[in-house]
């Protein structure tokens, strides 16, 4: 795959990504939600920190604007290491399921950076209220923003049977996770390593003596 169609996947997604985030954000107060089919919904959250809302403050002695600053920063710096990744297996023309995987990741990861370097000076808040983009009064600074998350799929909605020890009577919902396209991507391209390795990272065959 050559870095122009690598380019035209990462592009495409960001822009469904961003358009879609965009239209949630002006579009839905912090915490509404649209029934779209039985076991799918739109459910407007804001996630402050890395994966299932993992936030650097619950695990270090440290303040949430800082632990904020220290994870936006590090996913920068990722970013920039995936996208030389990119640059180097397209160059030397790496198989094409490797440069795919890797593309999706990229997209995905720079889908969820521009949230949370640039919606903080970009957006007001979304509680109790649909939000204002270009706003004069952000609810945040540069590098502080929330990722806007909204895709939910709670396939199973239900409550354990009384009977069952230590959980009985308490509700159980499978798949819980609210996620965005761009953590979509990251999890495809991910997957497509996983599932096809093989391909990906095809073992050289040694030259014969």
Do not use: C
Not at 122 to 142: I, N, R, W
């Amino acid at each position: 795959m050559s870095l122009k169609k690598s380019l035209f996947i990462i592009v495409l997604i960001l822009l469904v990504d961003q358009i879609s985030k965009i239209y949630i954000k002006t579009s839905f107060v912090l915490g509404e939600s649209v029934d779209v089919l039985g076991w799918f919904k739109i459910l407007f959250i804001e996630n402050e920190g890395a994966a299932w809302g993992t936030k650097l403050s619950d695990l270090l002695p440290i303040s949430e604007p800082v632990g904020k600053l220290i994870l936006t920063v590090f996913r920068i710096f990722a970013v920039f290491g995936i996208g030389y990744w990119l640059w180097d297996i397209t160059k030397k023309k790496s198989p094409r399921t490797l440069i795919l995987a890797v593309s999706l990741i990229f997209a995905g990861a720079l889908g969820n950076i521009i949230d949370s370097v640039f919606y903080g000076i970009l957006f007001d808040h979304s509680s109790g209220q649909v939000a204002t983009l270009f706003t004069d009064e952000p609810y945040g600074s540069l590098l502080h923003g929330k990722v806007v998350d909204m895709l939910y799929f709670p396939m199973i909605d239900t409550t354990w049977p009384d009977w069952v020890p230590s959980i009985g009577g308490n509700r159980f919902r499978f798949f819980e996770p609210v996620f965005n396209i761009a953590d979509t991507a990251i999890s495809t391209g991910v997957g497509i390593l996983i599932v096809f390795n093989k391909k990906a990272f095809p073992k050289q065959e040694e030259a014969a003596d």
